[in-house]
């Protein structure tokens, strides 16, 4: 089979999936499979600390594991969060808060130096949050960011982001939009796309899943090493929902409509990696 880069272009018309997975197939010991967990391995909540991993997606993550060169989840929860929600599994690296934190394999969990000197003004400004915003939004505190929610009161949306934005002015803070949320974070340069860019420097593929303006970071990459290497295989599988439109779907190569599709999807890729 000759050489498939589907990262290595915008795409255009949708892409044969059967055909990626088989592309894949030939390559699979030196594949990463990358996904977000908010939004694309558990379906949003109203409540951030009550999301569980839609049916299937933890079976078909165990049964991926072993059959690929790494798994990993990049997403903006601490990784003790995504420890305890993905059910103990093995052999499957953890990214959490944009990659201010990382753990491989089930070790220990390692925080970005530059970060940590940050915790403290964390803290006080999770503890000015609750006493200043009005009730409705919702304050999520991570040790190294804070998340400011209006899911449950979208009437609170420009003053919550107003206030946001305000704070990380005046305390030198750098801002990431999502999902009917806005994060806080150290000045600390680390993104999703910085993660993924490091870890396939000498893999010859990888899939990226992802349903949030975040994740764009992480298509570009994939697409960033593709255009360097025309033998790197890149696949951007977006999972659609309306509070992104089309921002995301537009950067991918193909699109779920939900966590759980993406289990289906996952499941059905079996038999193409054996």
């Known amino acids: 089979m000759p050489p498939l880069n ?28 990358f996904f ?20 299937k997606v933890l079976a078909a993550l165990e049964a991926l594991a072993p059959r690929v060169r790494r798994i990993a989840i990049v997403s903006a929860r601490p990784v003790e ?22 753990s491989h394999s089930g070790g220990e969990t390692v925080t970005e130096p530059a970060a940590l000197p ?3 003004t964390m803290a006080d400004l999770a503890e000015q949050a609750r006493a200043e915003l009005p009730p409705g939004a919702l304050v999520e505190f991570k040790r190294l960011s804070v998340a400011l929610h209006w899911r449950t009161a979208p009437q609170l949306g420009d003053l919550v982001q107003e206030w946001g934005r305000a704070r990380a002015e005046a305390l030198g803070l750098r801002c990431q939009a999502g999902r009917m949320v806005l994060e ?18 000498d893999a010859s593929g990888a899939w990226y899943f992802g349903d949030d303006v975040s994740d764009i970071k992480a298509f570009s990459a994939l697409r960033a090493r593709a255009a360097a290497d025309p033998q790197f295989l890149g696949v951007c599988v977006a999972v659609a929902n309306p509070e992104t439109g089309h921002e995301v779907a537009d950067a991918a190569d193909l699109t779920l409509d939900s966590p759980a599709a993406l289990g289906d999807f996952l499941t059905e890729a079996l038999p193409h990696l054996r």
């Open 81 to 102: 969060f995504l420890r305890d929600h993905l059910g103990g599994l093995a052999g499957i690296d953890l990214y959490g808060l944009y990659g201010l934190e990382h």
């Open 6 to 33: 589907l990262g290595n272009q915008q795409p255009k018309t949708p892409l044969d999936a059967e055909h990626a997975w088989r592309a894949t197939a030939a390559r699979a010991g030196d594949v990463v499979l």
């Open 184 to 201: 806080l974070k150290p000045p600390v340069d680390r993104d999703k796309g910085m993660v993924i860019g490091e870890v396939v420097r």
């Open 36 to 55: 977000d967990f908010d939004g694309t391995l558990a379906p949003v909540d109203d409540d951030p600390t009550a999301v569980q991993p839609a049916p």
């Open 118 to 120: 940050w915790v403290p």
